[in-house]
């Protein structure tokens, strides 16, 4: 990396500081994870229940699989919904977004095929980011609002990630704070930023921000804190399933060594 970027600076001269925001990619999908759980705290969902009671804009499609097994919150969480597993790009800003149902159906302008059910739910882990599309609706139809508002009330807020946001795309008065890539000799990348799916890759985020998520879900854990869901839907949320998902985090390591966390690959 050139000087100016190891000196914690973009090509520009302009200083990284601690509101800096960031692409957080696939780190969206454990804090989407909590969103839900705050909601099954609630007792607007549940955990084990079929998801199509809930959803009302779009139905997961019926087929020998889901007559077999039903797609359940706690399926979606974990990537062992069936979901077929679906590449997002993101969506070029110079080109129509599709909305989110458009997505869902696989239709203009969105540019992936219908997202549907390719294997017996529950049977075993497939990692799906069309499964957390199917996620963003059902939390959007079970509260009635837009997924960034969502998520702004009942996760960024009671977690003090004040710095964060969902919006997508990310608005003029935050653009101008937030980090670009850039090639390895120090220049940015010349290339605007593509709109991606909220749920599975939306959110715009700081260090210290995921670093408040972290702490609170070891103190909630700990029984010191109940915000945004109590100690039990917390260990429930860590407890690994196949693939050593939780119900949004990986999990590695057991016992005293365990460890929540997730990558941001989309």
Known sequence: ?????????????????????????????????????????????????????????????????????????????????????????????????????????????????????????????????????????????????????????????PLGMLHSSFRQPLPASLMRIAARGHYAGGEPIPTKFRTPEMAMAGLWSTPSDLARYLVDIQRTCRGAISRPIGRSLAKDMLTPGKGNRGLGPVISGKGATARFGHDGFQ
Do not use: C
Not at 10 to 20: E, H, I, L, Q
Not at 48 to 66: A, E, I, M, S
């Open 1 to 157: 990396m050139g000087e100016r970027i190891r000196a914690g600076r973009f090509a520009n001269g302009r200083a990284v500081t601690t509101d800096t925001l960031f692409q957080a990619a696939s780190i969206s999908k454990p804090l989407t994870g909590l969103a839900a759980l705050a909601l099954v705290q609630s007792e607007k969902l549940s955990l084990d229940g079929d998801v199509n009671q809930w959803l009302r804009t779009w139905k997961v499609p019926d087929n020998k699989f889901t007559r077999a097994h039903k797609v359940t919150l706690r399926l979606l969480l974990n990537h062992s919904a069936g979901v077929a597993d679906i590449a997002f790009p993101g969506h070029d800003p110079d080109q129509p977004t599709p909305t989110l149902l458009q997505v869902l159906n696989g239709e203009p302008p969105a540019t992936n095929p219908p997202i549907t059910i390719d294997s017996l739910p529950g049977s075993r882990y497939s990692y799906s980011r069309a499964g957390y599309d199917i996620l963003q609706q059902l939390l959007m139809d079970v509260s009635g609002e837009p997924f960034e508002s969502l998520m702004e009330a009942e996760v960024l807020r």
